[in-house]
Protein backbone atom coordinates (compact mmCIF):
# COMPACT_ATOMS: atom_id res chain seq x y z
CA UNK A 1 0.00 0.00 0.00
CA UNK A 2 1.41 3.59 -1.10
CA UNK A 3 1.38 5.93 0.99
CA UNK A 4 0.56 9.91 0.30
CA UNK A 5 2.92 12.21 2.15
CA UNK A 6 1.07 15.74 2.96
CA UNK A 7 3.61 18.34 0.97
CA UNK A 8 2.64 20.67 3.43
CA UNK A 9 4.50 18.95 6.66
CA UNK A 10 7.53 20.08 5.03
CA UNK A 11 8.94 23.31 4.51
CA UNK A 12 11.93 24.32 2.32
CA UNK A 13 15.50 25.21 3.71
CA UNK A 14 15.55 29.71 3.75
CA UNK A 15 18.85 31.35 4.15
CA UNK A 16 22.50 30.06 3.74
CA UNK A 17 23.67 26.77 3.05
CA UNK A 18 27.04 26.94 3.79
CA UNK A 19 27.23 28.14 7.56
CA UNK A 20 28.83 24.85 8.20
CA UNK A 21 31.59 25.75 7.08
CA UNK A 22 31.67 28.84 8.99
CA UNK A 23 34.46 29.83 11.74
CA UNK A 24 32.48 30.34 14.87
CA UNK A 25 35.10 31.54 16.79
CA UNK A 26 39.45 32.59 16.10
CA UNK A 27 41.13 29.15 17.03
CA UNK A 28 43.80 30.12 19.60
CA UNK A 29 47.49 28.62 20.12
CA UNK A 30 48.59 26.34 23.00
CA UNK A 31 49.84 29.04 24.68
CA UNK A 32 46.88 31.61 24.46
CA UNK A 33 44.87 28.92 25.77
CA UNK A 34 46.66 28.24 28.63
CA UNK A 35 46.73 32.14 29.65
CA UNK A 36 42.85 31.94 29.11
CA UNK A 37 42.43 29.05 31.57
CA UNK A 38 45.82 31.06 33.57
CA UNK A 39 43.50 34.26 34.04
CA UNK A 40 40.10 32.16 35.44
CA UNK A 41 42.68 31.23 38.02
CA UNK A 42 42.73 33.71 40.79
CA UNK A 43 44.55 32.21 43.48
CA UNK A 44 47.64 31.95 40.59
CA UNK A 45 46.67 35.39 39.50
CA UNK A 46 47.22 36.58 43.33
CA UNK A 47 50.36 34.41 43.24
CA UNK A 48 51.44 36.00 39.88
CA UNK A 49 50.40 39.52 41.28
CA UNK A 50 52.97 39.06 44.70
CA UNK A 51 55.80 37.53 42.79
CA UNK A 52 55.89 40.68 40.29
CA UNK A 53 55.67 43.21 43.30
CA UNK A 54 58.27 41.51 45.53
CA UNK A 55 60.78 41.51 42.16
CA UNK A 56 60.05 45.05 41.32
CA UNK A 57 60.68 45.80 45.15
CA UNK A 58 63.77 44.49 45.62
CA UNK A 59 65.42 45.98 42.32
CA UNK A 60 63.74 49.30 42.82
CA UNK A 61 63.24 50.51 46.28
CA UNK A 62 66.77 50.24 47.10
CA UNK A 63 67.58 52.81 44.49
CA UNK A 64 65.82 55.22 46.07
CA UNK A 65 65.92 54.58 49.96
CA UNK A 66 68.04 56.76 52.00
CA UNK A 67 69.79 54.66 53.64
CA UNK A 68 72.32 51.76 52.68
CA UNK A 69 71.53 48.44 53.85
CA UNK A 70 75.56 48.83 55.72
CA UNK A 71 74.68 52.17 57.12
CA UNK A 72 74.77 52.47 61.12
CA UNK A 73 72.86 55.05 62.53
CA UNK A 74 73.88 55.92 65.60
CA UNK A 75 71.15 56.69 68.08
CA UNK A 76 68.78 54.34 66.47
CA UNK A 77 69.67 51.13 67.62
CA UNK A 78 66.78 48.30 68.44
CA UNK A 79 63.94 50.90 67.69
CA UNK A 80 60.80 49.68 66.62
CA UNK A 81 58.73 50.07 63.23
CA UNK A 82 58.13 53.70 62.52
CA UNK A 83 57.46 56.16 59.23
CA UNK A 84 61.21 56.62 59.49
CA UNK A 85 62.21 52.76 59.60
CA UNK A 86 58.86 50.63 58.57
CA UNK A 87 60.63 47.56 60.20
CA UNK A 88 62.26 48.92 62.74
CA UNK A 89 66.17 49.25 62.92
CA UNK A 90 68.26 46.60 64.42
CA UNK A 91 71.05 46.28 67.17
CA UNK A 92 73.27 48.06 65.36
CA UNK A 93 71.00 51.26 64.40
CA UNK A 94 70.89 49.76 60.50
CA UNK A 95 67.45 50.11 58.68
CA UNK A 96 65.74 47.01 58.63
CA UNK A 97 63.65 47.45 55.57
CA UNK A 98 66.33 48.42 53.31
CA UNK A 99 67.65 45.06 54.89
CA UNK A 100 65.04 42.87 53.81
CA UNK A 101 65.40 45.01 50.62
CA UNK A 102 68.61 43.44 49.61
CA UNK A 103 67.91 40.12 51.28
CA UNK A 104 65.38 40.03 48.88
CA UNK A 105 67.82 40.59 46.21
CA UNK A 106 69.71 37.96 47.68
CA UNK A 107 67.67 35.17 48.22
CA UNK A 108 65.45 35.52 44.22
CA UNK A 109 68.91 35.62 42.87
CA UNK A 110 70.18 32.25 44.44
CA UNK A 111 65.94 31.32 43.49
CA UNK A 112 66.79 32.05 39.79
CA UNK A 113 70.11 30.95 39.67
CA UNK A 114 69.72 27.61 41.30
CA UNK A 115 65.99 27.30 39.03
CA UNK A 116 68.56 28.38 35.63
CA UNK A 117 70.83 25.93 36.56
CA UNK A 118 68.62 23.33 37.29
CA UNK A 119 67.03 23.45 33.71
CA UNK A 120 69.99 23.24 31.93
CA UNK A 121 71.32 20.54 33.58
CA UNK A 122 68.09 18.39 34.26
CA UNK A 123 66.64 19.08 30.85
CA UNK A 124 69.71 17.88 29.46
CA UNK A 125 70.34 14.98 31.38
CA UNK A 126 67.09 13.37 30.95
CA UNK A 127 65.92 14.31 27.20
CA UNK A 128 69.74 12.40 26.93
CA UNK A 129 68.83 9.05 29.26
CA UNK A 130 65.11 9.34 28.18
CA UNK A 131 65.95 9.14 24.25
CA UNK A 132 68.64 6.71 24.23
CA UNK A 133 67.67 4.32 26.51
CA UNK A 134 68.99 0.84 26.86
CA UNK A 135 72.04 0.69 29.07
CA UNK A 136 73.08 4.29 29.03
CA UNK A 137 69.84 4.86 30.30
CA UNK A 138 70.10 2.19 33.24
CA UNK A 139 73.55 3.86 34.19
CA UNK A 140 71.84 7.45 34.03
CA UNK A 141 68.82 6.88 36.37
CA UNK A 142 71.28 4.44 38.90
CA UNK A 143 73.40 7.62 39.27
CA UNK A 144 70.28 9.80 39.92
CA UNK A 145 68.63 7.60 42.62
CA UNK A 146 72.05 7.36 44.67
CA UNK A 147 71.61 11.21 44.15
CA UNK A 148 68.19 11.05 45.25
CA UNK A 149 68.65 8.22 48.26
CA UNK A 150 70.75 10.98 50.13
CA UNK A 151 69.13 14.29 51.51
CA UNK A 152 69.48 17.30 49.54
CA UNK A 153 70.23 19.18 52.40
CA UNK A 154 73.08 16.88 53.16
CA UNK A 155 74.63 17.21 49.46
CA UNK A 156 74.29 21.26 50.13
CA UNK A 157 76.25 20.93 53.73
CA UNK A 158 79.11 18.84 52.49
CA UNK A 159 79.56 20.35 49.12
CA UNK A 160 79.22 24.10 50.86
CA UNK A 161 82.07 22.91 53.32
CA UNK A 162 84.45 21.12 50.88
CA UNK A 163 84.37 23.39 47.61
CA UNK A 164 84.46 26.35 50.31
CA UNK A 165 88.55 27.18 50.32
CA UNK A 166 88.84 26.39 46.56
CA UNK A 167 86.63 29.03 45.69
CA UNK A 168 88.01 31.71 47.77
CA UNK A 169 91.67 30.64 46.41
CA UNK A 170 90.39 30.75 43.01
CA UNK A 171 88.49 34.08 43.54
CA UNK A 172 92.30 35.29 44.61
CA UNK A 173 94.42 33.61 42.15
CA UNK A 174 92.25 33.19 39.31
CA UNK A 175 90.05 34.84 36.42
CA UNK A 176 87.40 34.67 38.48
CA UNK A 177 88.43 37.54 41.20
CA UNK A 178 86.78 39.90 38.31
CA UNK A 179 83.45 38.65 40.36
CA UNK A 180 84.84 39.49 43.97
CA UNK A 181 82.46 41.93 44.17
CA UNK A 182 79.80 39.49 43.75
CA UNK A 183 80.91 37.57 47.08
CA UNK A 184 82.24 34.70 47.23
CA UNK A 185 80.44 33.25 49.30
CA UNK A 186 76.98 33.94 47.20
CA UNK A 187 78.70 32.47 44.29
CA UNK A 188 79.39 29.40 46.49
CA UNK A 189 76.21 28.98 47.57
CA UNK A 190 75.14 29.06 43.05
CA UNK A 191 77.09 26.40 42.86
CA UNK A 192 76.56 24.10 45.15
CA UNK A 193 72.45 24.46 44.69
CA UNK A 194 73.45 24.21 40.74
CA UNK A 195 75.07 20.83 41.38
CA UNK A 196 72.34 19.52 43.27
CA UNK A 197 69.13 20.49 42.26
CA UNK A 198 68.77 19.12 38.77
CA UNK A 199 67.94 15.47 39.92
CA UNK A 200 64.22 15.81 40.30
CA UNK A 201 64.30 17.87 36.81
CA UNK A 202 66.24 14.70 35.18
CA UNK A 203 63.47 12.23 36.50
CA UNK A 204 60.35 14.53 35.25
CA UNK A 205 61.97 15.11 31.88
CA UNK A 206 63.04 11.80 31.02
CA UNK A 207 59.66 10.60 31.83
CA UNK A 208 58.19 12.63 29.31
CA UNK A 209 60.49 12.07 27.11
CA UNK A 210 60.07 8.10 27.31
CA UNK A 211 55.86 8.50 27.04
CA UNK A 212 56.74 11.14 23.87
CA UNK A 213 60.02 9.07 21.64
CA UNK A 214 57.67 6.44 20.15
CA UNK A 215 55.32 8.84 18.76
CA UNK A 216 54.02 9.84 14.87
CA UNK A 217 55.28 12.94 14.81
CA UNK A 218 59.00 11.75 16.53
CA UNK A 219 59.07 8.46 13.69
CA UNK A 220 58.24 10.71 10.65
CA UNK A 221 61.32 13.41 11.86
CA UNK A 222 63.62 9.84 11.99
CA UNK A 223 62.12 9.21 8.57
CA UNK A 224 63.17 12.51 7.23
CA UNK A 225 66.75 12.23 8.55
CA UNK A 226 66.92 14.22 11.78
CA UNK A 227 69.59 13.60 14.30
CA UNK A 228 68.84 12.30 17.59
CA UNK A 229 70.02 15.77 19.22
CA UNK A 230 67.94 18.06 16.81
CA UNK A 231 64.65 15.72 17.71
CA UNK A 232 65.45 16.05 21.14
CA UNK A 233 65.59 19.73 21.32
CA UNK A 234 63.13 21.02 18.39
CA UNK A 235 60.35 17.92 19.21
CA UNK A 236 60.72 16.29 22.39
CA UNK A 237 61.68 18.98 24.84
CA UNK A 238 58.91 21.72 23.06
CA UNK A 239 56.38 19.06 23.61
CA UNK A 240 57.37 18.05 27.59
CA UNK A 241 57.29 21.95 28.42
CA UNK A 242 54.70 22.27 30.22
CA UNK A 243 55.97 20.22 32.89
CA UNK A 244 59.15 21.92 32.94
CA UNK A 245 58.09 25.12 33.41
CA UNK A 246 55.91 24.15 36.41
CA UNK A 247 58.95 22.24 37.94
CA UNK A 248 61.16 25.52 37.97
CA UNK A 249 58.52 27.21 39.25
CA UNK A 250 58.29 25.36 42.15
CA UNK A 251 62.10 24.69 42.01
CA UNK A 252 62.24 28.63 43.04
CA UNK A 253 60.85 28.46 46.55
CA UNK A 254 62.46 25.15 47.49
CA UNK A 255 65.80 26.91 46.64
CA UNK A 256 65.51 29.67 48.76
CA UNK A 257 64.16 28.13 51.53
CA UNK A 258 67.38 26.01 51.25
CA UNK A 259 69.21 29.33 50.81
CA UNK A 260 67.64 30.52 54.44
CA UNK A 261 68.09 27.46 56.22
CA UNK A 262 71.82 27.30 55.02
CA UNK A 263 71.79 31.18 56.29
CA UNK A 264 70.39 30.34 59.02
CA UNK A 265 72.57 27.81 60.86
CA UNK A 266 75.80 30.13 59.61
CA UNK A 267 77.26 28.86 56.22
CA UNK A 268 75.25 31.40 54.11
CA UNK A 269 76.41 35.05 52.87
CA UNK A 270 78.60 36.65 55.20
CA UNK A 271 78.29 40.01 57.10
CA UNK A 272 77.65 42.64 56.08
CA UNK A 273 75.27 41.21 53.48
CA UNK A 274 72.21 39.64 54.34
CA UNK A 275 69.54 37.34 52.84
CA UNK A 276 66.51 36.59 54.84
CA UNK A 277 68.01 33.34 56.54
CA UNK A 278 70.94 35.69 57.80
CA UNK A 279 68.64 38.33 59.11
CA UNK A 280 66.34 35.34 60.82
CA UNK A 281 69.57 34.20 62.04
CA UNK A 282 70.45 37.45 63.67
CA UNK A 283 67.11 38.06 65.01
CA UNK A 284 66.04 34.58 67.11
CA UNK A 285 68.57 35.30 69.89
CA UNK A 286 66.72 38.31 70.75
CA UNK A 287 63.16 37.23 69.80
CA UNK A 288 61.73 38.25 73.31
CA UNK A 289 62.73 41.64 73.17
CA UNK A 290 62.71 42.12 69.75
CA UNK A 291 60.66 40.18 68.12
CA UNK A 292 59.77 42.83 64.72
CA UNK A 293 63.73 41.95 63.89
CA UNK A 294 62.39 37.91 63.05
CA UNK A 295 58.84 38.40 61.82
CA UNK A 296 59.53 40.81 59.19
CA UNK A 297 61.79 38.38 57.16
CA UNK A 298 60.30 35.32 58.26
CA UNK A 299 56.94 36.69 56.99
CA UNK A 300 59.03 37.84 53.63
CA UNK A 301 60.00 33.93 53.29
CA UNK A 302 56.40 32.85 53.97
CA UNK A 303 54.89 35.17 50.94
CA UNK A 304 57.14 34.82 48.93
CA UNK A 305 56.99 30.19 48.96
CA UNK A 306 53.57 31.14 48.85
CA UNK A 307 52.85 33.07 46.03
CA UNK A 308 55.52 30.89 43.71
CA UNK A 309 53.61 28.03 45.31
CA UNK A 310 49.96 29.10 43.64
CA UNK A 311 52.17 30.18 40.82
CA UNK A 312 53.09 26.79 40.00
CA UNK A 313 49.94 25.09 40.83
CA UNK A 314 48.25 27.46 38.21
CA UNK A 315 50.93 26.83 35.88
CA UNK A 316 49.99 23.25 36.27
CA UNK A 317 46.45 23.42 35.68
CA UNK A 318 46.80 26.01 32.70
CA UNK A 319 49.67 24.11 30.77
CA UNK A 320 48.14 20.58 30.83
CA UNK A 321 45.79 20.05 28.09
CA UNK A 322 43.32 17.06 29.83
CA UNK A 323 41.99 20.23 31.87
CA UNK A 324 40.81 21.91 28.96
CA UNK A 325 37.57 22.84 28.65
Request: glycine share 8%.
Amino acid sequence: MQVQIDPSLFEPIRGRTDVADEIVRPSITYWQDAWRRFKKNKPAMIGLVTVIIIILSAIFVPMFWPYDYATQIRGHENQGPSWEHPFGTDSLGRDLFIRVMYGARISLSIGLVASLINLTIGVLYGGISGYVGGRVDNIMMRIVDILYSVPLLLYVILLQVVLEKPIEQAFETSFLRVFKGIGSDLILIYIVLGLVYWVNMARIVRGQVLSLKNQEFVLAAKAQGASAWRIIWKHLIPNAIGPIIVTVTLAIPSAIFTEAFLSFIGIGVSAPMASWGTLASDAYRGIRSYPYLLFFPAACICITMIAFNLLGDGLRDALDPHMRK
